[in-house]
């Protein structure tokens, strides 16, 4: 079963504007990680979060977490035709990644 | 790109048969995970290797079965496949040096099942 659930499912927005994606989950975690995924083809990692860690950013990227919400966001700042894709968050699952079912993100020029 | 490879990239198969799905991990990696991904869902894990051993698994029947060798390359054997098992499937290496590491994908292999 799939802990992590992302909102919203699917995202259409301009390019230039922000995209925030929304991920929830049921059991305690070590650490949460977001993953891109192009036209169903291999995920690529984002971003990893660590449990004692409220908010990290890479680039363009923002993600906060939330334990006592069990809760995550993934903010994407000044978005671009190429951030066009499905977002997964991930938690730890002994030893491997147990996924969400993903928001897809399409940009439009 | 993760230096993970896959192969085949495709693969049609009819119910009943089996199928070998291949992994290399990328360079210095000695553990490697495999996830199926249905249509619209996200990738479920179904074993993880570690120097050679099943180190987890996850809700998959014993059809499902793996192997991964000396190298650190990895095989995904399904037997008696089913027409629900056409997906994308996904192979992830990483270093074993805590809890979870970052895992790095592979280009996956597209199964489909007649």
């Known amino acids: 079963s799939q802990q992590g659930e992302e909102d919203p499912q699917a995202l259409s927005i301009q390019e230039g504007e922000n995209a925030t994606m929304n991920c929830s989950y049921k059991t305690s975690i070590n650490n949460l990680q977001w993953y891109r995924q192009n036209s169903g083809r291999g995920l690529v990692h984002l971003i990893l979060i660590r449990s004692n860690e409220r908010e990290k950013h890479s680039g363009r990227l923002r993600v906060t977490l939330d334990t006592s919400k069990k809760s995550s966001s993934l903010l994407i700042t000044a978005s671009r035709a190429a951030d066009t894709a499905s977002y997964f968050c991930a938690t730890d699952y002994p030893y491997a990644l147990n996924f969400g079912k993903g928001t897809s993100l399409l940009v439009t020029p | 790109e993760t230096g993970v490879t896959q192969s085949p990239t495709h693969l049609i198969k009819t119910r009943g048969q089996q199928v070998t799905l291949r992994c290399s991990s990328q360079s210095g990696h000695n553990t490697v995970s495999w996830y199926q991904q249905a249509l619209g869902q996200g990738p479920q894990f179904i074993f993880q290797?570690?120097?050679?051993?099943?180190?987890g698994r996850g809700n998959f029947p014993p059809r499902f079965s793996g192997l991964q060798f000396p190298n650190y390359s990895s095989e995904l054997n399904v037997n008696a496949l089913e027409l629900d098992d056409s997906a994308l499937f996904l192979c992830?290496?990483?270093?074993?040096?805590?809890?979870?590491?970052?895992?790095?994908f592979g280009p996956g292999t597209r199964l489909t099942v007649l």
């Open positions: 992830a290496s990483s270093t074993r040096t805590g809890r979870t590491d970052t895992q790095y």
């Open positions: 290797y570690y120097r050679e051993e099943e180190n």
